[in-house]
T-cell receptor, first 117, second 112 residues
Framework: GAVVSQHPSRVICKSGTSVKIECRSLDFQATTMFWYRQFPKQSLMLMATSNEGSKATYEQGVEKDKFLINHASLTLSTLTVTSAHPEDSSFYIC?????????????FGPGTRLLVL | GENVEQHPSTLSVQEGDSAVIKCTYSDSASNYFPWYKQELGKGPQLIIDIRSNVGEKKDQRIAVTLNKTAKHFSLHITETQPEDSAVYFCAASKQAGTALIFGKGTTLSVSS
C-alpha cells in the first residue's frame, strides 16, 4: 500500500503553546488529506478535510481557529494546534488519498500523540 | 449525516476459530465500505474494502459481505491467529477518497 508519514510521532508541550504536526504522502500525490482525532479506546473522529491549494473543510464542532490546517502541496499537509490546552491531548491521525486514481483509498499515517501539560 | 454502528465491541476467540464483526449504516448514499485494523499506538491499516456494486469480496482469510438493502456489512476472518488480535474499525463514505465515518471499533482477542 501507499506510505503516509507523520512527524513528530509524539510531542509534549506546555499549556498555551502551539504545536505543528506534519503529514506527508511519501510515494504518491495526495489531492485530499484528512485529519482525525482519537481518544483512548475510542473511534476516529473526523476533524477536517483538506484539498490541496484550497481551504480546509471543518466538521461541526471543530474550531478552525484552534486547529489550523494547511495543504500547500500534493505531498504535505500540516495541522497546527494553537494555544494548546490539556483537553487537546489526544492521538492525531492523518490520511491521504487521490480520488479517481489507484490511490483513491485513504491511507493512514502512524499518528501523533500529543500531551499538553 | 451518516451514522455507523458496529458490534460487538469486544470479541474473544480461540486460535483457528472464525470471527465475525457486523456494521450497519444509515445513509443510503454511502457506496464505499472499508475495514481497518489498528494495533496499539499505530495508525489504522486498510485490510479490505467493498463498493456498493459488489455483494462479497474475499482476500485469503478475510472476507467482507454487503447487504445494501438492509444497510449492513460484515467482516469475516477465518482461521484466526494471535497476530489478528487488534482493534477493527468499519467505516462508510459516499465514495472512496471522501470523508469516512467510522464505527466505534471491535477489540478482537485471539488466544492460542
Amino acid at each position: 500500500g501507499a506510505v503516509v508519514s507523520q512527524h513528530p510521532s509524539r510531542v509534549i508541550c506546555k499549556s498555551g503553546t502551539s504545536v505543528k504536526i506534519e503529514c506527508r504522502s511519501l510515494d504518491f500525490q495526495a489531492t485530499t488529506m484528512f485529519w482525525y482525532r482519537q481518544f483512548p479506546k475510542q473511534s476516529l473522529m473526523l476533524m477536517a478535510t483538506s484539498n490541496e491549494g484550497s481551504k480546509a473543510t471543518y466538521e461541526q464542532g471543530v474550531e478552525k481557529d484552534k486547529f489550523l490546517i494547511n495543504h500547500a502541496s500534493l505531498t504535505l499537509s500540516t495541522l497546527t494546534v494553537t494555544s494548546a490546552h490539556p483537553e487537546d491531548s489526544s492521538f492525531y491521525i492523518c490520511s491521504a488519498s487521490y480520488p479517481g486514481s489507484i490511490r483513491e483509498t485513504q491511507y493512514f499515517g502512524p499518528g501523533t500523540r500529543l500531551l499538553v501539560l | 449525516g451518516e451514522n455507523v454502528e458496529q458490534h460487538p465491541s469486544t470479541l474473544s476467540v480461540q486460535e483457528g476459530d472464525s470471527a465475525v464483526i457486523k456494521c450497519t449504516y444509515s445513509d443510503s448514499a454511502s457506496n464505499y465500505f472499508p475495514w481497518y485494523k489498528q494495533e496499539l499506538g499505530k495508525g489504522p491499516q486498510l485490510i479490505i474494502d467493498i463498493r456498493s456494486n459488489v455483494g462479497e469480496k474475499k482476500d485469503q482469510r478475510i472476507a467482507v459481505t454487503l447487504n445494501k438493502t438492509a444497510k449492513h456489512f460484515s467482516l469475516h476472518i477465518t482461521e484466526t491467529q494471535p497476530e489478528d488480535s487488534a482493534v477493527y474499525f468499519c467505516a462508510a463514505s459516499k465514495q472512496a477518497g471522501t470523508a469516512l465515518i467510522f464505527g466505534k471499533g471491535t477489540t478482537l482477542s485471539v488466544s492460542s
